[in-house]
């Protein structure tokens, strides 16, 4: 089992739609939790960081973190056509950032 | 700032030869790192320096593959000799004493 699963999709949603991206975590040593979008052929850059549980809100993003579930969660509203990438989730433990851990990433397409 | 630059952009080699990716990260940032990105397995950490120094190297699949940072503004990732299983997308990455990593664009590599 992978420390961190996150469904690939891809997932396609009309312009303007709630988006919900979810990852799972085995690893209950992990406190930082982040968000990274790459688009294509481009390297994956920071979106969200959250420390611990709880939720953060960037914008049209909200972050959302469940330690007890190990689940968490990037909610993007009124999606655009801009936001077509593939979300990475990644997160790292007690260690510090060094070692970061990240999800498959889920392709998202928001159709005009 | 110029942001992590890596070269070769684009690589494609017969199988058995030796390949080496290049990469110059952010000024002023004291941590480097090697991530191989495939469809199958995503963002996989190779190897990290901090300070010009190996940290972990845990991620490193074989004896075929072996980086170096001789100063801060330089370091390369050698694999010899290259199989056809070694085709990916391989990031540098650096950051300072910071939770954000910040990416090159990736070196898109295939052995044939």
């Known amino acids: 089992q992978k420390e961190v699963e996150q469904d690939p999709g891809p997932l396609s949603v009309p312009e303007g739609a709630i988006v919900s991206l979810n990852c799972t975590y085995s690893n209950s040593a992990f406190q930082y939790f982040m968000w990274y979008r790459q688009y294509s052929r481009k390297g994956p850059e920071l979106l969200m960081y959250?420390?611990?549980?709880g939720n953060k809100e960037d914008g049209r993003f909200t972050a959302q973190v469940d330690k007890s579930s190990k689940y968490i969660s990037l909610f993007i509203r009124d999606s655009q056509p801009s936001d077509s990438a593939t979300y990475l989730c990644a997160m790292s433990g007690s260690g510090g950032y060094q070692k970061v851990t990240f999800g498959t990433g889920t392709k998202l397409q928001v159709i005009p | 700032d110029a942001g992590v630059i890596q070269s070769p952009r684009h690589e494609v080699t017969e199988m058995g030869q030796e390949v080496t990716l290049r990469c110059k990260p952010i000024?002023?940032?004291?941590?480097l790192f090697w991530y191989r990105q495939t469809m199958m397995r995503g963002l996989e950490l190779l190897i990290y320096f901090n300070n010009n120094v190996p940290i972990d190297d845990s991620g490193m699949p074989e004896d075929r593959f072996s980086a170096k940072m001789p100063n801060a503004s330089f370091s390369t990732l050698k694999i010899q000799p290259s199989e056809p299983r070694d085709s990916a997308v391989y990031f540098c990455?650096?950051?300072?004493?910071?939770?954000?990593?910040?990416f090159g664009e990736g070196s898109w590599l295939t052995v044939v």
């Open positions: 000024s002023g940032h004291d941590y």
């Open positions: 990455a650096s950051t300072p004493l910071g939770n954000t990593i910040y």
């Open positions: 959250t420390y611990s549980s």
